[in-house]
């Protein structure tokens, strides 16, 4: 009794203790650290990925400034580029409760961060905000801060991340107190041996002595049972004792089959297992099926896609609201931010024959949505080229989108835009990871150069029974601009007049993408000229009810005339070693100007 009573208080104060693990001395849900308020600002603060710690979830960023400024995540490269010589403050681990950070000197002033296509998640701030951070897909991601660029970016930051909760010893205290308890419980049932003399023995020599000794003879040198119980209870308590954990070096050891069980519940309920517990866990890792074959989009094999999804549809969404203001206003200085190239010349020059010519057809609008099909790189240089293909419900077929981004503090322009040739088919993208710069000027892996291909079917168009004659498939395009070509020239109307047709490449317009097959996607622009001159003196060219009388605003031309138009071209180039012929799948013809000479 009086052993018991200790043991049953000893497995209730136990069982306390572990539940106060769970309960009272819990640890906090989560953790706050904050970067120190002495230190040095700059125009541009950026939280690279150190500042989460070790955690694989959303973590939370909140910023305190004094004014409105921007917050915005991308890929760490693209801050880093973005950033460039700019001083700033880099946020660059975490501790139990600080930020450490880093000042970089460099340039005082950064143009403002707001709007850049390479964001893939941009914020207003004013006074404070706070962000749920998480990782959208593989790869390292930072934070930008900024205000305009010329005052200092905040500085007052911290994160709040997840605590390990975890109470390791709660569950073994909690078991263990228990069967302490059942211990000193048993122990009040177990009635105490009397060891004292028996009273009323029969004398020795009488008949009721010898009766007696004769009962009780047979059991001398027989072991009490009470004592065997005992044994077997206290060594229950010594299993209980190593589930408690008291002794950590008994895991080394070797485990009785009681304690085998006890060790392996300690060390599943513990949050710092043994390398033992490790390495049980192993299997379970290697066995996903996900962990083996070819790497995709986004793995740490070939990087993520400079453009995810959701960047995407922002950059088309801005580039088609350009392109549609510019076309409601027939203003060319309203594509500047977001057009160059192919796509800049032939709308600035739409725009200018439509002031001449209300009659004059308009160029083909430009669909944000729905995309059909995508083209994007891994490769992180720049300039970055990707293609998407829209098609809108005011565009019958559909429309080939090149985007090209210079620099990482420049937008995407539309530098291309082509519709498909009826029949045709888009190429397969290249895989992930193989999706790097195409040379433009040396064949490699291509069949033919892309350039030496832009210029194959600028001297084709040209000179269509020449040197190139078997060097493109049939297309819509190339039959429609040289059949025009042939009934001009035989029109009995112009046989007063030399005309001519050229086709030239603009090599600084050429672009190309690698396919999946190995082959490339060559995007080229062409400037074509047709020429009309008199063939004698006296004979004049008339421009009367056409569009070239209202462009010029002359009825007829005495020394002739020439017609400008643009061209854009994306051709189909298959691989080396291939048998196919280069296909154009897309075009767009579009008339510029007509000078009188």
């Avoid at 002595?209 to 065997?228: D, E, K, L, M, V």
């Amino acid at each position: 009794m009086k052993t018991a009573v200790p043991i049953i208080v000893a497995g209730l104060l136990l069982m306390l203790l572990g539940i106060g693990q769970r309960t009272i001395w819990a640890p906090a849900e989560t953790v706050t650290a904050s970067v120190a308020q002495d230190v040095e600002s700059a125009p541009v603060t950026v939280i690279e990925p150190g500042a989460r710690g070790d955690a694989s979830g959303p973590v939370e960023v909140t910023v305190e400034a004094d004014g409105p400024f921007t917050f915005a995540v991308g890929r760490s490269s693209d801050v880093e580029a973005w950033v460039g010589e700019a001083a700033h403050l880099s946020v660059t681990g975490i501790s139990e409760d600080a930020l450490s950070s880093q000042y970089s000197d460099g340039e005082e002033t950064v143009p403002d961060p707001s709007g850049s296509d390479l964001w893939i998640s941009e914020e207003p701030g004013d006074g404070t905000l706070t962000y749920r951070w998480s990782e959208p897909v593989e790869g390292d991601w930072s934070i930008l801060l900024a205000a305009d660029g010329e005052a200092p970016a905040p500085t007052q930051v911290s994160v709040t991340r997840p605590n390990d909760q975890s109470t390791p010893f709660a569950l073994p205290l909690i078991i263990g107190g228990a069967l302490v308890v059942v211990l000193g419980i048993a122990l009040l049932f177990i009635a105490p041996r009397s060891r004292g003399g028996r009273s009323g023995d029969a004398a020795e020599g009488t008949r009721s002595y010898a009766r007696r000794h004769a009962r009780t003879g047979s059991s001398q040198g027989s072991p009490s049972i009470a004592a065997p119980g005992s044994i077997l209870v206290v060594t229950g308590l010594v299993g209980a004792g190593s589930l408690l954990g008291i002794a950590p070096g008994m895991a080394t050891t070797t485990p009785s089959p009681s304690e085998s069980a006890t060790s392996t519940a300690t060390s599943t309920a513990s949050s710092t297992a043994s390398p033992t517990a490790s390495s049980t866990s192993s299997p379970t890792a290697s066995s996903n099926p996900a962990a083996e074959g070819a790497p995709s989009a986004g793995s740490a094999a070939s990087g993520p896609p400079v453009v995810l999804d959701s960047q995407l549809e922002r950059i088309l969404a801005a580039v088609a609201s350009t392109v549609s203001d510019a076309d409601a206003a027939s203003d060319a200085k309203r594509l500047a931010a977001r057009a160059d190239g192919a796509a800049l010349d032939l709308r600035t020059g739409a725009y200018a024959v439509r002031t001449k010519d209300e009659q004059a057809a308009a160029p083909a609008p430009v669909a944000a949505e729905p995309v059909r099909l995508s083209m994007i790189p891994t490769d992180t240089e720049w300039p970055r080229t990707i293609v998407a293909l829209t098609q809108g419900d005011d565009n019958p077929v559909p429309q080939a989108l090149l985007l090209v981004q210079e620099s990482p503090r420049e937008n995407y322009k539309l530098t291309s835009a082509v519709q498909m040739l009826p029949g045709s088919t888009f190429p397969s993208p290249a895989a992930p990871g193989a999706s790097g710069p195409v040379p433009l000027d040396e064949a490699g892996a291509l069949a033919t150069a892309p350039q030496d291909a832009v210029a194959s079917i600028a001297d084709f168009l040209t000179t269509p029974g020449g040197a190139h004659a078997e060097t493109f498939e049939k297309n819509s395009f190339a039959e429609a601009i040289t059949e025009f070509q042939s009934s001009v020239v035989a029109d009995p109307g112009n046989q007063a007049a030399n005309i001519t047709f050229t086709h030239k490449a603009q090599p600084d317009r050429t672009q190309a993408l690698l396919t999946g097959d190995g082959g490339a996607m060559v995007f080229g622009y062409l400037t074509h000229t047709y020429s009309s001159i008199p063939k004698a003196e006296g004979d004049t060219i008339d421009l009367k009810g056409t569009v070239y009388q209202s462009l010029t605003g002359q009825d007829t031309s005495e020394k002739g005339i020439d017609v400008n138009y643009g061209e854009a071209v994306m051709m189909y180039v298959p691989p080396a070693g291939s048998d196919d012929r280069i296909r154009v799948i897309g075009a767009a013809q579009q008339l510029l100007s007509a000078t009188l000479r």
